[in-house]
C-alpha cells in the first residue's frame, strides 16, 4: 500500500527540518485559503441554496484539500533538500526498459496506447507522461514507436512529448511526426484500428497507460493473442480485472500516477508521493475512528463532517 | 518561455477551476467560471480537430501511396472519412440530402453502417471475456482457485438459474454472497483502489498547478 517506508519520529523530525527550509510561501497560501471562507461565513448560510458567495456546504472539501496540499508541499521541499526518498519496486514499471529491449531485439515495434479519454483527464495526463519515458528508451535503441489517440489534443501533446524526448536522447532525425498518430473519434473505430495494427504488425510489446473503458478486454485480448509482451495502466476500477487477465503487469490505481515520478526518479517528484503516502494513513485512522463511532452509535456528528452535496 | 508559458496557464487554470468550486454560480462570478472555462475547452478542442483530419489523411494517403502491408483498409478508412464528411458540410439548402439531419446521406451512413459496426465491436466483448476468464480462472496457485472458487459463486448467483440452484442448497446463500462477496470483500478491495487513486489524482493535479510535474510537456 505504501510507497515509502516510513517512521513516524523520523517524520516528525524531517517535518521540522523542512519547514527550516522556508515553507513560509506554503503558510501563507493555507492562511489566506482559509481566509476566503472566513470572509463569505460573515454571510454564509449552511444552506448552499442561499445567497452567499462561498458554498460553505463544501468546506470539508477545501479543509482536506488545503491539508493534503501542505503535505504534499512539505515532502516536496523535504525532498527537493536532499532526502533519501525510499520507493517500493514497482514490477510492470521495471519491465517497460526489458520489453522494449525485447522489441529491438526481435526487430518489432513498440505500440503505446494513452487511453481513450480527453486531454482534461488526468489519467491521460498521466499517460502520456509516461509516454515521454517510453520514447526515450525507444529513441535510445532506434526501436520503432507507435502511438495511436482518439483525440486530437492528445495527438498534439503526444506529438509535442515524444519530439522532446527523440531531441533530447540526441536522435532529432529519427524522430517522425506520424509516431504520434490520429486513428479514430468514435470508440470502438479506435479499438478495430488499434486492433488491426496488433494483428498485422504483431508488435513485440504493447502499453496500454490512461483511461480505458470497454475496449480495455478488446485491445488487451487481441495483444495476448499477437503474443506481445503487455503492460497496462489505469485508475479505472473496472477495467482492472480485464488488464489483470490479459496482460503480463499491471499498475492498479495510484501506481499509475506514480509512474512519472518512478520512471524518472526526480527527488520533487517522489517528494510528492511520500505526502500522499500519509494522506492515506490519515484516511485510515479516519476509517477506524468512523467503525469504531457507529458501533457505539455516536457518529451523527462524525458523519455529518463527510457530507458532500 | 516554451516551458513558462504552459506552467502559467496550467496554474490558472487549474486555480481558477479550484476557485469555481467554492464559489456560488447563482451568486458570485467565480462559481460562473467552470462553465466558462469547459466552454474555452471545448472550442480549442474544434480547432485542435483539423490537426487530426491532417493526421489521418497524410499517415493513410501515404501508406496507400506506397502500397505498404493493409494498404486496401487504408484506402477504405479515406473513402470513409470523405464520405462522411463532405456530404454532412455540403449545406442542406442544396438538397435534403446534405448536411446532417434526418434522411441526409450523413444520418443515413451513420444510422445503418457506423452504428451496427460500433455495436457488433462491443458484442464481440462476451467472447474475449469468455476467452479471458479462461485463461484467469485456471487453478495454477491456491490465489487462482480462490478467484476460481469465487467467480463461480458470483456467476451462479447472478443468473436466475444459478439462484435457484444456490437456494435449493440454502436459501440463505444468494444473500450471504451478495452480503459478504459483492459487498464486503469486493467493495472493500475497490475502494481502497479508488481513494488511492483519487489521492494519486489529486497529487498529481497540484505537481502540475505548481510546475513540478514537468513529464507531459516532455521535460
Redesign the interface.
Known amino acids: 500500500m505504501t510507497f515509502q517506508q516510513f517512521s513516524l519520529s523520523n517524520d516528525v523530525r524531517n517535518l521540522a527540518s523542512a519547514s527550516r527550509l522556508g515553507i513560509f510561501p506554503i503558510i501563507l497560501l493555507t492562511i489566506l485559503i482559509f481566509l476566503i471562507p472566513a470572509f463569505s461565513f460573515a454571510q454564509a448560510d449552511s444552506d448552499p441554496s442561499a445567497n452567499s458567495y462561498f458554498r460553505a456546504d463544501r468546506i470539508n472539501a477545501l479543509i482536506a484539500m488545503v491539508l493534503f496540499s501542505v503535505v504534499i508541499l512539505i515532502y516536496t521541499r523535504w525532498a527537493k533538500a536532499g532526502k533519501d526518498l525510499f520507493i517500493r519496486k514497482i514490477n510492470g514499471l521495471d519491465e517497460v526498459e526489458e520489453a522494449v529491449g525485447r522489441a529491438t531485439e526481435m526487430g518489432r515495434p513498440v505500440l503505446f496506447v494513452p487511453g481513450i479519454g480527453e486531454i482534461d483527464e488526468i489519467e491521460t495526463i498521466a499517460g502520456v507522461s509516461i509516454l515521454g519515458r517510453v520514447a526515450r528508451i525507444t529513441a535510445r535503441y532506434e526501436t520503432p514507436l507507435l502511438v495511436p489517440v482518439r483525440y486530437p489534443m492528445v495527438l498534439a501533446a503526444g506529438q509535442e512529448v515524444v519530439q522532446q524526448a527523440y531531441i533530447e536522447e540526441g536522435k532529432a532525425d529519427s524522430y517522425d511526426k506520424d509516431i504520434v498518430r490520429y486513428v479514430a473519434g468514435e470508440q470502438f473505430a479506435f479499438t478495430a484500428t488499434v486492433n488491426g495494427f496488433m494483428m498485422r504488425e504483431r508488435p513485440a510489446t504493447n502499453i496500454y497507460m490512461g483511461a480505458f473503458f470497454a475496449e480495455s478486454l478488446l485491445l488487451a485480448e487481441t495483444g495476448n493473442a499477437a503474443g506481445s509482451i503487455q503492460i497496462a495502466g489505469t485508475a479505472q476500477p473496472a477495467q482492472l480485472p480485464f488488464f489483470i487477465a490479459a496482460c503480463d503487469y499491471t499498475l492498479m490505481g495510484e501506481e499509475l500516477y506514480a509512474a512519472s515520478a518512478y520512471l524518472s526518479r526526480e527527488p520533487l517528484l517522489l517528494g510528492g508521493l511520500k505526502g500522499q503516502d500519509w494522506m492515506k494513513v490519515l484516511i485510515i485512522i479516519l476509517i477506524f475512528l468512523g467503525i469504531m463511532l457507529v458501533s457505539a452509535g455516536v457518529s451523527d456528528w462524525y458523519l455529518s463532517m463527510f457530507e458532500s452535496v | 518561455m516554451k516551458t513558462t508559458v504552459p506552467i502559467i496557464a496550467a496554474f490558472l487554470s487549474g486555480f481558477v477551476m479550484?476557485l469555481a468550486?467554492?464559489?456560488?454560480p447563482?451568486?458570485?462570478a467565480?462559481?460562473k467560471l467552470e462553465p466558462e472555462v469547459l466552454s474555452w475547452?471545448t472550442i480549442?478542442?474544434g480547432f485542435?480537430?483539423?490537426?487530426?483530419?491532417v493526421?489521418?489523411v497524410?499517415?493513410n494517403y501515404?501508406s496507400v501511396k506506397r502500397k505498404s502491408?493493409?494498404w486496401g483498409?487504408k484506402l477504405a478508412?479515406l473513402i470513409s472519412i470523405f464520405a462522411m464528411a463532405i456530404p454532412a458540410i455540403v449545406p442542406v439548402r442544396w438538397s435534403s440530402l446534405f448536411g446532417t439531419g434526418t434522411g441526409s446521406i450523413y444520418d443515413w451512413l451513420f444510422n445503418y453502417i457506423?452504428s451496427p459496426?460500433?455495436s457488433t465491436?462491443?458484442a464481440?466483448?462476451a467472447f474475449?471475456?469468455a476467452?479471458?476468464?479462461f485463461?484467469?480462472f485456471r487453478a495454477r496457485s491456491a490465489e487462482a482457485t480462490l478467484l476460481l472458487v469465487t467467480a463461480t459463486l458470483v456467476m451462479l448467483w447472478r443468473v436466475p438459474m444459478g439462484e435457484a440452484f444456490l437456494s435449493g442448497i440454502h436459501p440463505d446463500i444468494p444473500d450471504l454472497i451478495n452480503t459478504y462477496i459483492m459487498n464486503g470483500a469486493n467493495m472493500a478491495v475497490?475502494r481502497?483502489?479508488?481513494?488511492?487513486?483519487a489521492?494519486?489524482?489529486?497529487?498529481?493535479?497540484?505537481?502540475?498547478m505548481?510546475g513540478?510535474?514537468r513529464?507531459?510537456?516532455?521535460?
Open positions: 479550484l468550486f467554492f464559489f456560488n447563482e451568486t458570485s467565480l462559481g475547452v480549442v478542442g485542435t480537430l483539423l490537426l487530426g483530419v493526421s489521418i497524410r499517415v501515404s502491408s493493409g483498409y478508412t457506423d459496426m460500433m465491436m462491443f464481440m466483448l474475449y471475456i476467452s479471458a476468464a485463461r484467469a475497490q481502497g483502489i479508488i481513494i488511492g487513486a489521492l494519486g489524482a489529486a497529487a498529481m493535479s497540484l505537481r502540475i505548481l513540478i510535474e513529464t507531459y510537456m516532455g521535460k
